[in-house]
């Protein structure tokens, strides 16, 4: 069974930091790759998507990520975070366009310091 | 367009109760699951459907039950409620496979406490 690894589990950053969350997962074939957000006490919300094409996509908010095949990996980005970024972040993988049958990774709690 | 609504927001159950979550979409979308999700371990799929009247098991199936009679709800039963099935549950909907139609879209989520 494919599986999802997101290797930070909380992550403190300043303001105007940089971001990057890992993700890397196991499946040799081709997979659609997805990034959502959680904001405190809400649902889940796309950030971006992977399907094909250029392995660089952006999302919304600045967020952008990186789809390395030969490392099995779909890295998270910002160049300057924000307060309002505090969040859960959340990795998801559906191999084979499986409906939306999705396996999602364990979580990156990232909270930003004014 | 509402959406994924879910129906309650919150309920706390006892021990050995029954109750069924709420899930309606109105995107006419295909497929629909529910996940649950705890805390350090994402959220994991509990059922789904891939249309009216056909459902299948996920990754963490037992103690659940559903039913798709319709394109539009997808309700979740929890034949006798217990203390692991404290958590908070998300239903989710997609219109198709292929390119595009992969993408998720969530309800708002109930956080259920079974004591």
């Known amino acids: 069974a494919q599986s999802v690894s997101q290797h930070n589990h909380h992550v403190i950053l300043s303001e105007a930091a940089s971001l990057e969350l890992g993700c890397n997962y196991s499946?040799?074939?081709?997979?659609?790759l997805f990034w959502y957000v959680q904001y405190p006490g809400q649902h889940l919300q796309l950030l971006l998507k992977y399907f094909s094409g250029d392995p660089l996509v952006k999302g919304i908010k600045g967020f952008e990520a990186e789809f390395i095949k030969s490392k099995f990996s779909f890295n998270l980005r910002k160049p300057s975070v924000q307060w309002s970024d505090t969040a859960e972040y959340f990795c998801?993988?559906?191999?084979?366009?499986?409906?939306?049958?999705?396996?999602f990774g364990g979580g990156t709690r990232l909270m930003v310091k004014p | 367009n509402a959406g994924v609504t879910q129906t309650p927001k919150f309920q706390v159950l006892k021990t050995g109760q029954s109750m069924t979550l709420q899930c309606a979409q109105d995107m006419n979308h295909e497929y629909m699951s529910w996940y649950r999700q705890d805390p350090g371990m994402g959220l994991r799929l509990i059922h789904y459907?891939?249309?009216?009247?056909?459902?299948d098991q996920g990754e963490v199936p037992n103690g659940y039950n559903v039913s798709r009679s319709t394109t539009e709800d997808f309700p979740l039963r929890l034949l006798s409620a217990a203390p692991s099935q404290t958590s908070v549950y998300f239903c989710a909907s997609s219109y198709g496979t292929g390119t595009g139609g992969t993408e998720a879209f969530f309800g708002q989520g109930t956080r259920l406490t079974v004591v």
């Open positions: 459907s891939v249309g009216a009247g056909i459902t």
């Open positions: 499946y040799g074939g081709t997979v659609n």
């Open positions: 998801a993988v559906n191999p084979n366009n499986a409906g939306n049958m999705l396996t």
